[in-house]
C-alpha cells in the first residue's frame, strides 16, 4: 500500500493545460472540438455536474453546447435530439446525462448515441473496445481514477 497523496487538483490542471493544447493545435487545423450536454430536467446534481462540465470545456477552449429538455419529454422526442446531435458534423462529443426520467429507456438512448460521440463510453461498441485494449472512449469516472494512479506513480 502507498503512503502518496493524490493531489487531484494539480493533477486536473495539468491535464487541462495539456488538452487546451491539444485544442489549439486542432484549431490551428480548422477543427473547433465541440461537446454537447443533453439534460433532461432539473436534478440538482445534474445541474452542478453539467456546469462543471461547462467549466471544464471553457477552460480548455473546447465549444460547449448545453441541450435542455423538460422532465416530461418523451422517448421519442429524445431519440430526436440525439439522432440531431449524431447527424451534426460540428458536434465531436455527446454524453446525455444520467439518469433519466422513468418514461425513458435509459439504455435505449446510451445506444442511439454515435460510438465515435460516446464520451461517457457506455455504448456496448466502446465498452466492448475497452475490454479487448482498442482505441476508444472509455467510461470517465474509472478513467480518471486510473489516470490519478499512473500520474502519481502509484501501482495498482
Same mark, same amino acid.
Given at each position: 500500500?502507498?503512503?502518496?497523496?493524490?493531489?487531484?487538483?494539480?493533477?486536473?490542471?495539468?491535464?487541462?493545460?495539456?488538452?487546451?493544447?491539444?485544442?489549439?493545435?486542432?484549431?490551428?487545423?480548422?477543427?473547433?472540438?465541440?461537446?454537447?450536454?443533453?439534460?433532461? /430536467?432539473?436534478?440538482?446534481?445534474?445541474?452542478?455536474?453539467?456546469? !462543471?462540465?461547462?467549466?471544464?470545456?471553457?477552460?480548455? /477552449?473546447?465549444?460547449?453546447?448545453?441541450?435542455?429538455?423538460?422532465?416530461?419529454?418523451?422517448?421519442?422526442?429524445?431519440?430526436?435530439?440525439?439522432?440531431?446531435? !449524431?447527424?451534426?458534423?460540428?458536434?465531436?462529443?455527446?454524453?446525455?446525462?444520467?439518469?433519466?426520467?422513468?418514461?425513458?429507456?435509459?439504455?435505449?438512448?446510451?445506444?442511439?448515441?454515435?460510438?465515435?460521440?460516446?464520451?461517457?463510453?457506455?455504448?456496448?461498441?466502446?465498452?466492448?473496445?475497452?475490454?479487448?485494449?482498442?482505441?476508444?472512449?472509455?467510461?470517465?469516472?474509472?478513467?480518471?481514477?486510473?489516470?490519478?494512479? !499512473?500520474?502519481?506513480?502509484? /501501482?495498482?
Amino acid at each position: 500500500m502507498s503512503d502518496k497523496i493524490i493531489n487531484g487538483k494539480k493533477i486536473a490542471e495539468e491535464i487541462r493545460e495539456e488538452v487546451r493544447g491539444e485544442v489549439l493545435k486542432l484549431k490551428e487545423r480548422g477543427i473547433s472540438p465541440a461537446f454537447s450536454v443533453v439534460l433532461v /430536467g432539473e436534478s440538482p446534481a445534474s445541474l452542478v455536474y453539467v456546469r !462543471n462540465k461547462e467549466r471544464a470545456c471553457v477552460e480548455a /477552449g473546447i465549444v460547449f453546447n448545453l441541450v435542455k429538455l423538460p422532465e416530461s419529454v418523451t422517448q421519442e422526442g429524445l431519440v430526436r435530439k440525439v439522432a440531431e446531435l !449524431n447527424a451534426d458534423e460540428k458536434v465531436h462529443g455527446i454524453l446525455v446525462q444520467l439518469p433519466l426520467p422513468e418514461q425513458i429507456d435509459e439504455q435505449k438512448i446510451i445506444e442511439l448515441i454515435d460510438p465515435r460521440k460516446d464520451v461517457d463510453g457506455f455504448h456496448r461498441e466502446n465498452i466492448g473496445k475497452m475490454f479487448l485494449g482498442a482505441d476508444g472512449f472509455l467510461p470517465c469516472t474509472p478513467a480518471g481514477i486510473i489516470e490519478l494512479l !499512473n500520474r502519481s506513480q502509484i /501501482g495498482i
